[in-house]
């Protein structure tokens, strides 16, 4: 009995036709193993690693509009929210109807100071917050509280909205911090995705030339400040569509206001009491409170899905291996930079005029002269105005760096110099073109400010390891500033104009100064960021791999034998190269793994 020929051919066995298959290529034992194993006939490397790092800057761009986008979101969902609230809990029908005597101005007023008063300890506990979660997580977190805000105004209480509310003021400073070394690393990585080859003829450890970013961060700040400066018009879009049509008009509302603009005293002093002609539906505030939460809840996904890791894991590792101690005293030590020093100044005033924009701008001069039902105009056009703006930001590709940034100041210098000597008459709309057209330069101003100090602070500070602490003190300092407008706010209008300009020139003469010393060649004092010490025993931490080695350490590693790093590396050097005397450490004898100590053995050393 024949046996039935097999269902598939044996490997390395003659086919029916000898030892060459269908197409002419020999088969069994004498077959060429390139033809097995050998790669692809068509493949092209170098046009598979150009798509490959062309799907890497895409991966960037999408990780910036992405932030932009739940950035802005966010901001807009707070502020529109919390101006709708104090609108409506400043009605003093609204109060007594609703909510009886729970005493809603004193909960508002906590919540402010909640807000206000806890981002003052934040430089205590932001870069430890950072390296703990990391840059991504600290920003999906910082987000989420935004949330947790929204929601409790599902139910107006002391219990909910003040504690929510400190919450809030502790994560405000990590998140924009966080946001800012965000949009930094994003720009610094599409330079090498860029430029690999350079940095494939250079080495994985050569850190590029300084400033090379500097182009791609003009372009990720620039269009970062644009969707942030619209969420001050998304904020509007509550009292455009909803609350202005329970607003009385200004002829009710002003009718005891007399002083205006530069004659003013506090804020909107004589502002009637009652704002509301009907007041709204508790179902109709449900339904714009949960759009308001949808939206946040959309800015919590596009950070957590769209958003990619600002480092790598192995990065993340080293940045928070340098010991906790130290990453809680180095935002202190920074300050030993005199770069720094001199951009204090310009910090105070970046978060003074954001709020003078939205209070004195928008209040003293716009709400006490033309009324309440046109404040979401003027800030829709100071909103337009900057993120249109932003974009001139990108001057300084072809300008000096310091060209965008005065340039806003001295708009901010004009603009609030023309600010002192005008006082607008209560209900008079002859003079609204000038209110828009102020709240428009404003906005450019801002948008300048804004763009040119974030990037300056980039291209400053490239290290990688320095970031989080550089931006948390930007922010931090911003916070002190918006904390000291929030004590100041009775004062008379001509006193917080002496003070913006004052701060405001200070601001640019300290900038100048810094800009010189730079171009004398005065070195700055930059504490030293300690070396990574890891507890454990992995296959990353390489003497060769060391990702948080700063130029320095990587200039005395090289002249100190060639392949040391960090500072230990000198002293390796200075030993000879031969047997050390003496017994051998205890240390260079490990233990034996778990698998050798099953097998009885004692590891290597047993033969």
Request: hydrophobic content about 40%.
């Given at each position: 009995m024949e046996a039935e020929p097999p269902l598939y051919p044996v490997a390395g066995a003659a086919g029916p036709q000898g030892d060459e298959d269908r197409l002419g290529a020999p088969d069994g034992p004498e077959a060429p193993l390139d033809e097995l194993v050998g790669a692809y006939p068509n493949y092209n490397e170098e046009e598979e690693e150009r798509r490959y790092y062309r799907r890497k800057r895409l991966g960037v761009v999408k990780n910036v509009l992405a932030a932009s986008a739940g950035g802005m979101?966010?901001?807009?969902?707070?502020?529109?929210?919390?101006?709708?609230?104090?609108?409506?809990?400043y009605d003093e029908t609204y109060r007594e109807v609703k909510y009886g005597n729970m005493g809603l101005p004193d909960i508002d007023n906590?919540?402010?100071?909640?807000?206000?008063?806890?981002?003052?300890?934040a430089l205590l506990y932001t870069p430890v917050l950072i390296r703990f979660f990391g840059t991504k997580w600290m920003m999906f977190l910082g987000v989420g509280i935004y949330a947790l805000f929204v929601s409790t105004n599902y139910w107006e209480r002391y219990y909910t909205l003040v504690p929510s509310a400190v919450a809030l003021g502790m994560a405000i400073v990590p998140l924009w911090a966080s946001m800012g070394n965000y949009i930094t690393r994003m720009a610094q990585k599409y330079y090498e995705y860029t430029h690999y080859?350079?940095?494939?003829?250079q080495g994985p450890q050569q850190r590029p030339p300084r400033g090379s970013h500097a182009p791609y961060l003009l372009v990720f700040q620039a269009i970062f400040y644009s969707f942030f400066h619209l969420s001050f018009a998304c904020a509007q879009l509550p009292m455009i569509y909803f609350l202005n049509h329970y607003l009385y008009d200004l002829n009710h509302t002003l009718y005891d206001v007399h002083n205006c603009g530069t004659n003013s005293q506090g804020i909107l002093s004589g502002f009637n009491?009652?704002?509301?002609?009907?007041l709204p539906r508790s179902?109709?505030?449900i339904v714009v409170e949960s759009v308001l939460m949808a939206m946040a809840f959309l800015a919590m996904l596009l950070v957590l899905g769209l958003c990619g890791a600002a480092y790598r894991p192995t990065e993340e590792i080293d940045l928070r291996s340098v010991g906790w101690g130290n990453i809680f005293q180095l935002p202190f030590k920074h300050v030993r930079d005199f770069r720094l020093r001199h951009l204090v100044p310009f910090f105070i005033y970046s978060g003074f005029e954001v709020l003078f924009a939205c209070t004195g701008l928008a209040l003293c001069y716009g709400v006490c002269s033309v009324g309440l039902e046109r404040l979401p105009y003027l800030l829709v056009a100071y909103s337009l105005g900057a993120s249109a703006s932003s974009v001139l930001g990108l001057l300084g590709l072809w300008l000096p760096r310091q060209a965008p940034l005065l340039s806003g100041a001295a708009l901010h210098l004009l603009l609030t110099l023309g600010l002192f000597f005008w006082a607008p008459k209560p209900r008079v709309l002859q003079h609204m073109?000038?209110?828009?057209?102020?709240?428009?330069?404003?906005?450019?101003?801002s948008a300048l400010n804004k763009t040119g100090l974030s990037t300056l602070l980039g291209i400053l500070y490239e290290d990688k390891e320095r970031q989080d602490f550089i931006f948390t003190i930007y922010h931090w300092w911003q916070a002190v500033a918006i904390f000291v407008v929030y004590l100041g706010s009775g004062l008379p209008m001509k006193a917080k104009l002496a003070?913006?300009?004052?701060?405001?020139?200070?601001?640019?003469?300290s900038y100048l100064s810094m800009e010189q010393k730079l171009r004398r060649g005065v070195v700055p004092r930059q504490?030293?960021?300690?070396?990574?010490?890891?507890?454990?025993?992995?296959?990353?931490?390489?003497?060769?791999?060391?990702?948080?080695?700063?130029?320095?350490?990587?200039?005395?590693?090289?002249?100190?034998?060639?392949?040391?790093?960090?500072?230990?590396?000198e002293e390796e050097a200075a030993q000879p190269a031969g047997p050390r005397p003496g017994p051998e450490p205890a240390a260079c004898c490990r233990r034996p793994c778990p698998y050798e100590q099953a097998q009885g053995g004692d590891g290597p050393e047993e033969q």
């Amino acid at each position: 009995m024949e046996a039935e020929p097999p269902l598939y051919p044996v490997a390395g066995a003659a086919g029916p036709q000898g030892d060459e298959d269908r197409l002419g290529a020999p088969d069994g034992p004498e077959a060429p193993l390139d033809e097995l194993v050998g790669a692809y006939p068509n493949y092209n490397e170098e046009e598979e690693e150009r798509r490959y790092y062309r799907r890497k800057r895409l991966g960037v761009v999408k990780n910036v509009l992405a932030a932009s986008a739940g950035g802005m979101l966010t901001y807009g969902v707070y502020l529109g929210l919390l101006q709708m609230q104090l609108i409506l809990h400043y009605d003093e029908t609204y109060r007594e109807v609703k909510y009886g005597n729970m005493g809603l101005p004193d909960i508002d007023n906590k919540m402010l100071i909640g807000i206000n008063v806890m981002p003052i300890a934040a430089l205590l506990y932001t870069p430890v917050l950072i390296r703990f979660f990391g840059t991504k997580w600290m920003m999906f977190l910082g987000v989420g509280i935004y949330a947790l805000f929204v929601s409790t105004n599902y139910w107006e209480r002391y219990y909910t909205l003040v504690p929510s509310a400190v919450a809030l003021g502790m994560a405000i400073v990590p998140l924009w911090a966080s946001m800012g070394n965000y949009i930094t690393r994003m720009a610094q990585k599409y330079y090498e995705y860029t430029h690999y080859k350079e940095r494939d003829e250079q080495g994985p450890q050569q850190r590029p030339p300084r400033g090379s970013h500097a182009p791609y961060l003009l372009v990720f700040q620039a269009i970062f400040y644009s969707f942030f400066h619209l969420s001050f018009a998304c904020a509007q879009l509550p009292m455009i569509y909803f609350l202005n049509h329970y607003l009385y008009d200004l002829n009710h509302t002003l009718y005891d206001v007399h002083n205006c603009g530069t004659n003013s005293q506090g804020i909107l002093s004589g502002f009637n009491k009652t704002v509301l002609r009907t007041l709204p539906r508790s179902r109709n505030l449900i339904v714009v409170e949960s759009v308001l939460m949808a939206m946040a809840f959309l800015a919590m996904l596009l950070v957590l899905g769209l958003c990619g890791a600002a480092y790598r894991p192995t990065e993340e590792i080293d940045l928070r291996s340098v010991g906790w101690g130290n990453i809680f005293q180095l935002p202190f030590k920074h300050v030993r930079d005199f770069r720094l020093r001199h951009l204090v100044p310009f910090f105070i005033y970046s978060g003074f005029e954001v709020l003078f924009a939205c209070t004195g701008l928008a209040l003293c001069y716009g709400v006490c002269s033309v009324g309440l039902e046109r404040l979401p105009y003027l800030l829709v056009a100071y909103s337009l105005g900057a993120s249109a703006s932003s974009v001139l930001g990108l001057l300084g590709l072809w300008l000096p760096r310091q060209a965008p940034l005065l340039s806003g100041a001295a708009l901010h210098l004009l603009l609030t110099l023309g600010l002192f000597f005008w006082a607008p008459k209560p209900r008079v709309l002859q003079h609204m073109w000038i209110l828009y057209v102020a709240a428009v330069l404003w906005g450019v101003g801002s948008a300048l400010n804004k763009t040119g100090l974030s990037t300056l602070l980039g291209i400053l500070y490239e290290d990688k390891e320095r970031q989080d602490f550089i931006f948390t003190i930007y922010h931090w300092w911003q916070a002190v500033a918006i904390f000291v407008v929030y004590l100041g706010s009775g004062l008379p209008m001509k006193a917080k104009l002496a003070v913006l300009l004052l701060t405001l020139s200070v601001a640019a003469v300290s900038y100048l100064s810094m800009e010189q010393k730079l171009r004398r060649g005065v070195v700055p004092r930059q504490p030293r960021i300690p070396r990574p010490q890891h507890k454990v025993r992995g296959y990353r931490y390489l003497e060769e791999e060391n990702s948080d080695e700063s130029d320095a350490e990587g200039e005395r590693g090289a002249g100190g034998g060639g392949g040391g790093r960090g500072d230990g590396a000198e002293e390796e050097a200075a030993q000879p190269a031969g047997p050390r005397p003496g017994p051998e450490p205890a240390a260079c004898c490990r233990r034996p793994c778990p698998y050798e100590q099953a097998q009885g053995g004692d590891g290597p050393e047993e033969q």
